[in-house]
């Protein structure tokens, strides 16, 4: 009776606190944004972008429309609430509802995966981890497409980062109705040095498909759970925070916030847009007005067919072997720290986000350690650190 009773007050205990995966609204608001962003994906125009053939002789291709589908989208929100279609800030009103129905949906969506990798995989890039658990978990497809979709393309850049940038906008349309009509310099400066990154996220998009998310990690419960509820709940908190938490920044601390995190944003875009251009030149481009040093390097195919890289150890990439993290860190601090230190929560993404780095580093490490061999070696030796020039 007293087991009955405590069960039945922990139960309505967790409806009260647990807010509803069943609200009608949260689901259209839902299924319509997937749905446009589905429809974006697949017809807005776009060039073809051929990604690095995979271990399996797969060659990836993409419609290269990213910042295109970027900017339709943010106007697309703005449109909406001009002609009073869409309130954008009920979707901070019914973020509760949304993360909680988005839940059901990705561990649906993540089993469906599964099976469909188990028995009908898109590419040869697929198969069992030897345990259901670490098959639901891990994923058992690195490329798998739906009805001509591309599922990861989808899950990581056209629901999770398209939403952090709608819904830190979505926030500051909040904070604008609460405060009777403006918005406090600490959310300017987060939902501005946040776009600067988003931006550069989308225009570099193609970069990102050669990146280890997409190239090494399979489409499980780990990355597209993370892409559908993580990074929509996460990776905005600090500005959700700020919407009934509004901080007066002054002139001089509003613009060095704001500086210092767009050259944080800017560094490391020019990381990763220095390695792709030496690349896409073969080597034959000077970085820092210098003749580039690399590595040659040579590995095997699953099919043992031999293909060679190059590795880069000059510029940016000559400080460290995963320089461009620090940067990123960097300015994610900097779109965290308008809260200034009234209260812990806003820092857990930099924090958060330290850890996931360091120990992407480490398993690229790993990774690339395992894929090239002794010419690995030789890289280390040329660029000894692995993240933190002469530190670690």
Not at 19 to 31: Q, V
Not at 100 to 126: E, H, Q, R, V, Y
Not at 139 to 162: A, H, S
Not at 327 to 334: C, G, Q, R, T
Request: hydrophobic share 45%.
């Amino acid at each position: 009776m007293g087991n009955d009773i405590a069960t039945n007050g922990f139960m309505k205990f967790l409806s009260e606190v647990w807010p509803t995966p069943f609200d009608p609204y949260a689901w259209k608001m839902i299924g319509c944004y997937m749905a446009f962003e589905l429809f974006l994906m697949r017809f807005v125009p776009g060039k073809k972008f051929t990604a690095t053939v995979t271990p399996s002789g797969h060659v990836p291709v993409y419609n290269a429309n990213g910042i295109q589908c970027y900017l339709i989208s943010i106007a697309t929100l703005f449109a909406l609430n001009h002609f009073g279609i869409f309130n954008p800030a009920d979707v901070y009103d019914n973020m509760g509802k949304l993360l909680s129905s988005m839940n059901i949906f990705a561990i649906c969506f993540c089993t469906m995966l599964t099976i469909k990798g188990l028995n009908f995989p898109s590419t040869k890039d697929s198969g069992s981890n030897g345990n259901v658990i670490v098959d639901f978990f891990w994923g058992t497809e690195l490329y798998p497409r739906i009805c001509g979709w591309d599922v990861k393309q989808f899950t990581n850049c056209r629901f999770g980062m398209m939403f952090w940038q709608l819904g830190i906008i979505c926030y500051a349309f909040k904070q604008y109705q609460m405060l009777g009509g403006y918005v406090s310099s600490s959310m300017v400066v987060s939902v501005l040095v946040q776009t600067v990154y988003i931006a550069k996220f989308f225009w570099w998009e193609t970069g990102y498909f050669c990146s280890m998310d997409i190239q090494h990690d399979r489409a499980g419960y780990y990355i597209c759970w993370g892409c559908l509820v993580w990074v929509p709940s996460m990776y905005t908190m600090h500005t959700y925070f700020l919407t009934e938490h509004p901080v007066a920044l002054s002139v001089p601390t509003t613009l060095f916030f704001l500086i210092a995190g767009i050259t944080c944003v800017w560094i490391n875009y020019d990381c990763d847009r220095q390695r792709q251009e030496f690349r896409a030149f073969n080597g034959k481009l000077k970085i820092w007005g210098k003749e580039p040093d690399y590595v040659s390097a040579k590995y095997l195919t699953k099919d043992g067919e031999e293909r060679s890289s190059l590795l880069l150890c000059s510029g940016w990439w000559g400080l460290a072997r995963h320089f461009h993290y620090i940067p990123e860190i960097m300015a994610s601090f900097f779109w965290c720290v308008p809260a200034l230190f009234t209260h812990p929560l806003p820092f857990f993404y930099p924090v958060y986000l330290t850890i996931l780095l360091f120990d992407r580093a480490w398993r690229d490490d790993a990774r690339c350690a395992d894929k090239y061999k002794e010419y690995w070696g030789e890289y280390c030796k040329k660029v000894p650190s692995k993240i933190i020039p002469g530190v670690i």
